[in-house]
């Protein structure tokens, strides 16, 4: 093989390594030695070092926590997709069936904290299938990998140094810290500084059980919605119907100035008064007038102007505040619908 060809291969070779390696490999400090700095930082930050040398010793990095990181479902599916898969029989059926069984604990939390039972409900079946699969990844790996990749560092440096004052507290087992690839844990996937600002001890057995109490897990669901701003006297929102006409007003309603947080919110339109939107000719799926409330709300349609249409209320962007992507909480919606008491 000639020389230029060789050269030519051997740099195609580079580069594949290169993009395979997510970034990672960008990092000027090797691992081990990253590692060493953040033990420094950690003892700096008063974690025991009985916690920092069980936790951080050995540590090896994970390339899927990465992978996975650039490929999230909610941002690479239509909404069609995405809602199909996650509305499934399966997923209503059992979460009927744990309405039944946990259905006084699911009032007492919802009274408590003035949250609606089925959502709490839904949060908990669409994050981990009723707490049958929270994930198997250790945490620490996964958050000490992305905290070491340059795309959100700084994120996941303050999420790792959360997830070691969570072990500091004594709340769970180094040995049973597991989650998502995200570091997302328990049966209500909470990133670690949720779990430190929300997390609940709703049985007062003095841990916020997460993994394995559903009380606390319950209550810590609700605790989020709830400082977030939730209303139980209102609903998230509902899927409607559009007029044959409404291409010639849709920009008309096109929001000038997107409402700020979750970027999600860039793609509704203006809020205005179910009034207003039975004006335009905006009808329930049974063709019938919007309630006569005196509610706003913002017109979506994530698929654009043949697939579904929705009108999402202020409950909608709390929702957001779990999962900043309309799919998600457009299904999160839609499945509480489902257990309506």
Same mark, same amino acid.
């Given at each position: 093989?000639?020389?230029?060809?060789?050269?030519?291969?051997?740099?195609?070779?580079?580069?594949?390594?290169?993009?395979?390696?997510?970034?990672?490999?960008?990092?000027?400090?090797?691992?081990?030695?990253?590692?060493?700095?953040?033990?420094?930082?950690?003892?700096?930050?008063?974690?025991?070092?009985?916690?920092?040398?069980?936790?951080?010793?050995?540590?090896?990095?994970?390339?899927?926590?990465?992978?996975?990181?650039?490929?999230?479902?909610?941002?690479?599916?239509?909404?069609?997709?995405?809602?199909?898969?996650?509305?499934?029989?399966?997923?209503?059926?059992?979460?009927?069936?744990?309405?039944?069984?946990?259905?006084?604990?699911?009032?007492?939390?919802?009274?408590?904290?003035?949250?609606?039972?089925?959502?709490?409900?839904?949060?908990?079946?669409?994050?981990?299938?009723?707490?049958?699969?929270?994930?198997?990844?250790?945490?620490?790996?996964?958050?000490?990998?992305?905290?070491?990749?340059?795309?959100?560092?700084?994120?996941?440096?303050?999420?790792?140094?959360?997830? @070691?004052?969570?072990? +500091?507290?004594?709340?769970?087992? #180094? %040995?049973?810290?597991?989650?998502?690839?995200? /570091?997302?844990? !328990? =049966?209500?996937?909470?990133?670690?500084?949720?779990?430190?600002?929300?997390?609940?001890?709703?049985?007062?057995?003095?841990?916020?059980?997460?993994?394995?109490?559903?009380?606390?897990?319950?209550?810590?669901?609700?605790?989020?919605?709830?400082?977030?701003?939730?209303?139980?006297?209102?609903?998230?929102?509902?899927?409607?119907?559009?007029?044959?006409?409404?291409?010639?007003?849709?920009?008309?309603?096109?929001?000038?100035?997107?409402?700020?947080?979750?970027?999600?919110?860039?793609?509704?339109?203006?809020?205005?008064s179910l009034k207003q939107w039975?004006?335009?000719?905006?009808?329930? @799926?049974?063709?019938? +007038?919007?309630?006569?409330?005196? #509610? %706003?709300?913002?017109?979506?349609?994530?698929? /654009?102007?043949? !697939? =579904?249409?929705?009108?999402?209320?202020?409950?909608?962007?709390t929702i957001l505040r779990y999962n900043c992507a309309n799919s998600?909480?457009?299904?999160?919606?839609?499945?509480?619908?489902?257990?309506?008491?």
């Open positions: 093989m000639k020389l230029s060809k060789l050269i030519s291969v051997g740099l195609l070779s580079l580069s594949i390594n290169t993009a395979t390696s997510f970034c990672v490999s960008a990092q000027e400090v090797p691992f081990d030695q990253w590692l060493v700095n953040l033990k420094i930082e950690a003892k700096e930050k008063g974690i025991s070092n009985k916690i920092i040398t069980a936790a951080l010793t050995d540590l090896k990095l994970y390339p899927k926590a990465i992978k996975s990181d650039r490929a999230q479902p909610e941002f690479k599916r239509t909404f069609a997709n995405y809602s199909k898969k996650r509305l499934s029989a399966w997923r209503i059926k059992t979460g009927a069936k744990m309405q039944k069984q946990y259905g006084d604990l699911l009032k007492e939390v919802g009274k408590a904290y003035g949250v609606q039972p089925r959502f709490i409900l839904s949060f908990w079946g669409l994050e981990t299938n009723y707490g049958n699969f929270t994930g198997n990844n250790d945490i620490i790996r996964s958050l000490a990998t992305l905290a070491y990749d340059k795309r959100r560092a700084a994120y996941f440096r303050k999420e790792l140094f959360n997830a @070691l004052i969570i072990l +500091d507290e004594g709340h769970i087992a #180094l %040995k049973d810290m597991k989650g998502s690839w995200s /570091g997302a844990m !328990g =049966q209500g996937q909470f990133m670690p500084s949720s779990f430190l600002r929300f997390a609940q001890d709703f049985d007062g057995d003095g841990k916020k059980d997460i993994w394995h109490n559903k009380a606390d897990v319950f209550a810590s669901i609700a605790n989020y919605l709830k400082h977030y701003g939730w209303n139980d006297q209102q609903t998230w929102g509902r899927p409607v119907t559009l007029p044959e006409d409404a291409q010639s007003w849709l920009t008309q309603v096109k929001a000038e100035k997107p409402e700020k947080g979750c970027r999600a919110l860039r793609t509704h339109t203006n809020k205005l039975n004006d335009y000719g905006i009808r329930r @799926l049974n063709n019938k +007038d919007l309630p006569d409330v005196n #509610l %706003k709300a913002t017109l979506i349609l994530p698929d /654009g102007e043949n !697939g =579904q249409a929705f009108l999402t209320y202020d409950n909608y962007r998600y909480a457009l299904t999160i919606g839609l499945l509480a619908d489902r257990f309506k008491f």
